[in-house]
T-cell receptor, first 112, second 115 residues
Framework: DAKTTQPPSMDCAEGRAANLPCNHS???????VYWYRQIHSQGPQYIIH???NNETNEMASLIITEDRKSSTLILPHATLRDTAVYYC?????????????FGQGTTLQVKP | DAGVIQSPRHEVTEMGQEVTLRCKPI?????LFWYRQTMMRGLELLIY????????DSGMPEDRFSAKMPNASFSTLKIQPSEPRDSAVYFC?????????????FGEGSRLTVL
């Protein structure tokens, strides 16, 4: 599975959009990009995933560059409850074993 | 749905004792994963099962750790004997047959402290 690189921390003002970047330059053609988040003391929570098209759901939007080497998770109107560690994960591809491997993630602090 | 259920939520034990953590996956899910989380190492995948069969246990740290899934609705992670460095939060997660491209649902975790 391809490796991802994320900034260790970011701040965002409440009510503003939070844009969390992720680099995955070694991603292969059939690997998906996943985003999970972990609020303090809770289990990780799925947010969204995509292959090459941009995706949107009730929680967030995922923008994947045309070359698929990077992506951005967008929380359109961040609230204090969005303060969490956000994990970008690349998963799937040929020989996929179903593993979901977490990196260090980005700690997002939403401030009032 | 009740979600993934783990027990106990908290466990404090002494070094050398046996520890058994339990997990009930979401009904109908075919994949079950055990993760461990520490400050130093983050979230580590220990083992996962598909249709009750262990598929990959390469993340299990050593022979003191064992995991079983006797049926589709129950799994255990056992540590015997336990050591202080096993102190961590252990998460169980499950997903459907399409889980390799879909969503993993995590339990609330079992916080283990080994004194």
């Amino acid at each position: 599975d391809a490796k991802t690189t994320q900034p260790p921390s970011m701040d965002c003002a409440e009510g503003r959009a939070a844009n969390l970047p992720c680099n995955h330059s070694t991603i292969s053609g059939n690997e998906y990009v996943y985003w999970y988040r972990q609020i303090h003391s809770q289990g990780p929570q799925y947010i969204i995933h995509g292959l090459k098209n941009n995706e949107t759901n009730e929680m967030a939007s995922l923008i994947i560059t045309e070359d698929r080497k990077s992506s951005t998770l967008i929380l359109p109107h961040a609230t204090l409850r969005d303060t969490a560690v956000y994990y970008c994960i690349v998963r799937g591809g040929s020989g996929n074993t179903g593993k979901l491997i977490f990196g260090q993630g980005t700690t997002l602090q939403v401030k009032p | 749905d009740a979600g993934v259920i783990q027990s106990p939520r908290h466990e404090v034990t002494e070094m050398g004792q046996e520890v058994t953590l339990r997990c009930k996956p979401i009904s109908g899910h075919d994949y079950l994963f055990w993760y461990r989380q520490t400050m130093m190492r983050g979230l580590e995948l220990l083992i996962y099962f598909n249709n009750n069969v262990p598929i990959d246990d390469s993340g299990m740290p050593e022979d003191r750790f064992s995991a079983k899934m006797p049926n589709a609705s129950f799994s255990t992670l056992k540590i015997q004997p336990s050591e202080p460095r096993d102190s961590a939060v252990y998460f169980c997660a499950s997903s459907s047959a399409q889980g390799w491209i879909g969503e993993l649902f995590f339990g609330e975790g079992s916080r283990l402290t080994v004194l």
